[in-house]
């Protein structure tokens, strides 16, 4: 495969990855949402297509959503369709945090210099 084709392939996986939506299901989600799989998931999950399963295994230990996007290696407009799927499925629960960590700001802070 050449390395176009390649860029293209990998420039159509999210658009297939969200059926074509660009807006989460569920408003609200932001970079630090605290993102958990419910007990639930664990029973459920396997049955789920393979990002949404590398979802629900992340978030076994809470996770904010830059963090969930940068696991599975989309861009966080994906991720947040995906993750907010899920909660609307009832295998993900959020909250907000009222102070992020300083670890989480320091990688928040990596992922856009990288950008």
């Known amino acids: 495969m050449s390395e176009d084709s390649a860029e293209d392939a990998l420039f159509v996986r999210p658009f297939i990855m969200t059926g074509g939506r660009s807006e989460p299901v569920q408003a609200g989600l932001r970079l630090e949402t605290l993102v958990v799989a419910v007990e639930e998931a664990h ?3 396997p049955g789920l297509e393979f990002e949404r399963q590398r979802i629900v295994a992340l978030c076994a230990e809470p996770k904010t959503v830059a963090e969930v996007a940068d696991g599975i290696g989309v861009p966080l407009g994906v991720a947040k369709v995906l993750i907010a799927d899920l ?3 009832g295998l993900l629960a959020s909250r ?3 102070e992020l960590p300083l670890h989480v700001l320091e990688r928040i802070r990596d992922h856009v210099r990288a950008l």
């Open 87 to 89: 909660m609307v499925g």
């Open 96 to 98: 907000q945090p009222t």
């Open 43 to 45: 029973v459920r999950g």
